[in-house]
Nanobody
Framework: QVQLVESGGGLVQPGGSLRLSCVASEGTFSSTFSFATMGWHRQAPGKQREWVANINRLGGPFYTDSVKGRFFISRDNDKNTVYLQMNSLKPEETAVYYC?????WGKGILVTVSS
């Protein structure tokens, strides 16, 4: 089973930026990764997990309305990695962010937006 490992989370002030990374495990062939739709979800305290963004094999990004123009998803197929660049972060976007794809989910990484 694929393993997805997120990194890049942490504490950031409102209006700040972070870039999350998600690496698929070494057992994942680059050709397999390159054909997979990869995505990010988030779960805020006391709320349900919600979808944030997807990127398909052609690089076509899709975003939930609340992050359009501020968040940008990208991928590096040679590195089996998907990224989420988050700009102009808001306190209400404090959440655990999860990477998903290839039939699996990462364990999540905490992003805290606070002054």
């Amino acid at each position: 089973q694929v393993q997805l490992v997120e990194s890049g989370g942490g504490l950031v002030q409102p209006g700040g930026s972070l870039r999350l990374s998600c690496v698929a495990s070494e057992g994942t062939f680059s050709s397999t990764f390159s054909f997979a739709t990869m995505g990010w979800h988030r779960q805020a305290p006391g709320k349900q997990r919600e979808w944030v963004a997807n990127i398909n094999r052609l690089g076509g990004p899709f975003y939930t309305d609340s992050v359009k123009g501020r968040f940008f998803i990208s991928r590096d197929n040679d590195k089996n990695t998907v990224y989420l660049q988050m700009n102009s972060l808001k306190p209400e976007e404090t959440a655990v962010y999860y990477c998903n794809g290839l039939g699996g989910w990462g364990k999540g990484i905490l992003v805290t937006v606070s002054s």
